[in-house]
């Protein structure tokens, strides 16, 4: 695993010229004899030279490398905010490392480490489900990291985060519900640690009751993926308890009422309208295709790397900044 | 940017005890009282002592990360593959850090630079579409770091590789089709330099030969994305020029036709048949479902990691070894 970094001064030291004239050759400087620059250049090429921010980093020390943790890469959701950092990022001459915490609270401690020996720049952060402690954050920040929290941020600490507007969201998708003349409308909820479950919840319950409309904690059922959807939608129907809308979560709990329903020829939307929250890709590919809401990965993922940025090349200490990206509802055929 | 380890070293001296103390107290030894058990380990939370691999990796110099890169996150593929690195490697203690290359050469070259300044123990890639030449690959090789390439390999290099029997597959996938009575198969095909491509072609050639259908030049398209297969099969039936199957080279090409043909009302599969190829999460829940090649991503990831943990851990030099992990067809609706 060891290795010698060749430098500018080992080419030379070897060729028998200045640095300076290593440096223009290879720059291909018109000052240096095409003989010199031929012979730098093949020797450089021979040595594995490389002349970019690499060797300086590890010269310096100086990391051009941003971390960034998700919870999982399956979701498009993710993938899209790992697309907005890496265009804003390489434009300025970094690159990312990426881990992945698989909601896993143990992992996520892991990537921290693995980030922190790994001497990134700065970490873009979005937590796992699990996370119930803040002890791996603050040695971050400690340290001296800069740290930027996007879409699940750690409320408690004192860090720049991007976000939406999980409340404003929830509302609109719960108001299209009502506004399309669903009255008994059920909400699959994310667990309670999370910030973003809480929030949607809220919208969820807010829209109700601007609208009138009672709000029955039975109708709210913890379920955030395909698989305990399909359980618990077949359960509503098995229990003759069938609500004529369904808010959901995530696209994954609202997919798995949409085959759910649609197995047991329920028809969507006349008898049961459905939206669901993040527009995966899947969501548009469905039939019938499902009305969600837009969380704007990619522009979350550029502002976050904004964030990082300005913190990283900044030498002064400024005030922490939450940035709120806005979301839009995208209205396809299951609502 | 800068930080300091914190050692037991560092512990010992604040509180004056032994080293061998400290480090028996914050294992919880009964030989050392309560009273300087809790002492130490008030300290070590104090300043962030990292007991773990972490700071023994720091000082030794020796990482415990495994790079690994994928050209794009979003496929279901590369999720399943890094589950299976990710499960193999962490039992191993080590992590890993993921690079996209987002099918840019250049990002590639970028990729693995990072991995270097990382300082990652090995690598495992599965290269670009676009990717040519082998210099960068080569670097890595000098340096020292063990690298395994999975799927997309590098034919001339002489490294450990991981892939599966594309042609095996490419002609199991054909020979449903015919034996579903299919007489005129059009194949949308990925790009040339892609090994992968090649063989997948080939495959799909022998099983017309071998069932005694004519090969015909004209019905392989270059197409191996939605919106190229959306077009491409519009452009089919304008032109009055349908086949009555279609074998595409992924998933995303397999429901760009699905998606074109049913908007046009043509039935699948009574009129057209279509197979897919690496069981995309969509491809189960389009309407019809989709048939496709189960690439077994998980499985390769697994094989994968254990190669580079065999490499890294190895005294010894030994010849490079190339695992081919079987597939299977997923019979669904589309054929």
Known sequence: MKYTQITIKDIAKKIGVSPSTVSRALKDHPDISEKTRKEIQELAKELHYRPNSIALSLRQNKSNVIGVIVPQLVHHFFSQVISGIEDIVSKNKYNIIICQSNENYEREIQNIQTMITSHVAGILISRTKETCDDEHFK?????????????????????????????????????????????????????????????????????????????????????????????????????????????????????????????????????????????????????????????????????????????????????????????????????
Request: charged share 25%; proline share 4%; with cysteine.
């Open 139 to 335: 040695t971050v920040l400690d340290i001296g990291i800069p740290m930027v929290f996007f879409d699940r941020t750690y409320k408690e600490l004192d860090t720049d985060k991007v976000i939406i507007d999980d409340i404003g969201a929830a509302y609109l998708a719960t108001e299209h519900l009502i506004k399309a003349g669903c009255k008994r409308i059920v909400h699959f909820k994310g667990p309670d640690n999370l910030h973003i479950s809480r929030k949607r919840l809220e919208g969820y319950r807010r829209a109700l009751e601007v609208h009138n409309l009672k709000f029955d904690e039975s109708l709210v059922i913890l379920c955030d993926n395909l698989e305990d959807a399909m359980k618990t939608t077949q359960n509503l129907i098995d229990s003759n308890n069938l609500p004529d809308g369904i808010f959901a979560v995530n696209d994954n709990a609202a997919i798995g009422a949409l085959k759910t329903l649609k197995r047991n020829n329920i028809a969507i939307p006349q008898q049961v309208a459905i939206v669901g929250f993040s527009n995966e890709l899947i969501s548009s590919i469905t039939t019938p295709s499902l009305t969600t809401i837009e969380q704007n990965g990619y522009e979350i993922g550029k502002r976050a790397a904004e964030l990082i940025l300005k913190r990283i090349n900044s030498k002064k200490e400024y005030p922490s900044q939450t940035i709120i990206v806005p979301t839009s509802l995208i209205k396809r055929e299951s609502s």
